[in-house]
């Protein structure tokens, strides 16, 4: 069992960066893929990033790719999503997500555990 605390939302202004964490509180960290999740008001919940067990393999959407940077930290069971270059088209609840797989998916269903969220806001 995996619970996940997302921390580091807030508001920033376009081309900024904000750092967002997500701290796991289980024994088998080391045991799940790991990703990142967005939801936008009245927009369904997409796939940003996902950085497999070991952390040495990451897969980014279009959209973010150049921008955000994903890593993981198996001994102190931490995932980080550095964003960079902030747009407001970024907006919308940013969700950490485990799954029992080693390498990541785009597949939302997929995964076993999700965070709370954590609100991330970039204005023009």
């Known amino acids: 069992q995996e619970q996940l605390v997302e921390s580091g939302g807030g508001l920033v202004q376009a081309g900024g960066s904000l750092r967002l964490s997500c701290a796991a509180s289980?024994?088998?960290?080391?045991?799940?893929?790991m990703g990142w999740f967005r939801q936008a008001p009245g927009k369904d919940r997409e796939f940003v990033v996902g950085i497999n067990r070991s952390g040495d393999s990451t897969f980014y959407a279009d959209s973010v790719k150049g921008r955000f940077t994903i890593s993981r930290d198996n001994v102190n069971n931490t995932v980080t999503l550095q964003m960079n270059s902030l747009k407001p088209e970024d907006t919308a609840i940013y969700y950490c997500?485990?799954?029992?797989?080693?390498?990541?998916?785009?597949?939302?269903?997929?995964?076993?555990?999700w965070g709370q969220g954590t609100q991330v806001t970039v204005s023009s």
């Open positions: 289980g024994r088998t960290f080391s045991s799940y893929a």
């Open positions: 997500t485990a799954g029992r797989f080693f390498w990541t998916t785009v597949v939302t269903t997929a995964y076993d555990y």
